[in-house]
């Protein structure tokens, strides 16, 4: 096969910036010498003036939309996300982090989830603790239909209807994630969508 040379803002260049222009949509990629021929092809917008005739330009176009469709799957792959806990004492006392910063991954956002009764139908009202639990249990569910767990979660926003119930959560959040702990904000509100509701959980996770 003949070498491919490549002309980019009219000086010769290698496949590697090939990809990178086609990365950035073909902006700037103006012709390139086919690998089945000698003349030159056209290649994205104002190629050109003399385009390989027939069949050959139809391969050298072919063989560029492969690269840029190779570039645009690059660009939907999700990346592998990293994930750090911005930590102090007195939060990590109170089971939430100060902020969590992430790169990559697929970001999940959650409904407000609230419980009335556990998994086998028995009402939870005034259990606040029994509450809590089935509400990250099915968040857990709803997480894992997305490809994640509930250490995925990184900031939630809850509600409680007696500010007293705020050290009984903080104990439920420890138990749940250990020492990483989702950004949060508690809230104490007059009511839920039913009288027997105490808790309710918002949240956004980012999963692999």
Do not use: H
């Not at 806990?85 to 982090?97: E, G, H, N, T, V």
């Not at 999940?108 to 259990?127: F, H, M, P, R």
């Not at 709803?142 to 767990?149: D, I, M, N, S, V």
């Amino acid at each position: 096969m003949q070498s491919i040379v490549l002309v980019l803002d009219g000086q010769p260049v290698s496949s590697q910036a090939l990809l990178q222009a086609a990365r950035q949509g073909g902006r700037g990629l103006k012709s390139a010498t086919c690998p089945n021929a000698s003349s030159e092809a056209a290649v994205g917008r104002g190629g050109a003036s003399d385009p390989c005739p027939g069949s050959t330009w139809l391969a050298c176009e072919a063989f560029f939309i492969e690269l840029i469709n190779e570039a645009n799957m690059e660009k939907q792959q999700p990346s592998k996300q990293v994930r750090q806990y911005i930590k102090r004492d007195a939060a990590q006392a109170r089971a939430f982090s100060p902020a969590v910063i992430t790169q990559g991954g697929r970001i999940v956002w959650l409904a407000g989830q609230t419980v009335v009764e556990d998994a086998n139908g028995k009402s939870l009202a005034g259990d606040f603790i029994g509450q809590a639990n089935e509400v990250f249990a099915r968040i857990g569910k709803t997480l894992e239909q997305a490809g994640g767990t509930l250490a995925d979660i990184v900031t939630m926003t809850v509600s409680i209807t007696d500010a007293r119930f705020g050290d009984q959560f903080t104990k439920v959040r420890k138990e749940i994630f250990g020492d990483n702990f989702p950004a949060s904000a508690l809230i104490t509100v007059a009511g839920l969508a039913k009288p027997e509701m105490l808790v309710e959980v918002q949240a956004i996770a980012v999963v692999d």
